[in-house]
């Protein structure tokens, strides 16, 4: 599985826009390393793709559901595969 750089740990880090304690109640030490959680369930090329294209006020929301739409699609259809 692709591990982030330290430079794009430190470039998301910096421009989360969440408080940090939402990133800890759900189980992670920063915005990085939630990025890498979803790398390691979802793949790099879609989630860097998401966080590019939501931004950080929407890690758990529109990050998350393009995220879990695509794998259904993924899943059911073979797109990318």
């Not at 879609?46 to 529109?62: K, L, Q, R, S």
């Not at 998350?64 to 073979?78: A, T």
């Amino acid at each position: 599985m692709k591990t982030l750089t330290d430079n794009l740990r430190k470039m998301y880090d910096s421009e989360r826009t969440l408080a940090l304690e939402v990133y800890k109640d759900h189980g992670y030490e920063s915005r990085s390393d939630y990025i890498q959680g979803l790398i390691d369930e979802y793949g790099s090329e879609p989630v860097i793709a998401c966080v590019t294209c939501f931004g950080p006020d929407e890690d758990f929301d529109g990050t998350v559901i393009e995220l879990e739409d695509w794998d259904i699609i993924n899943g059911q259809f073979g797109v990318g595969a």
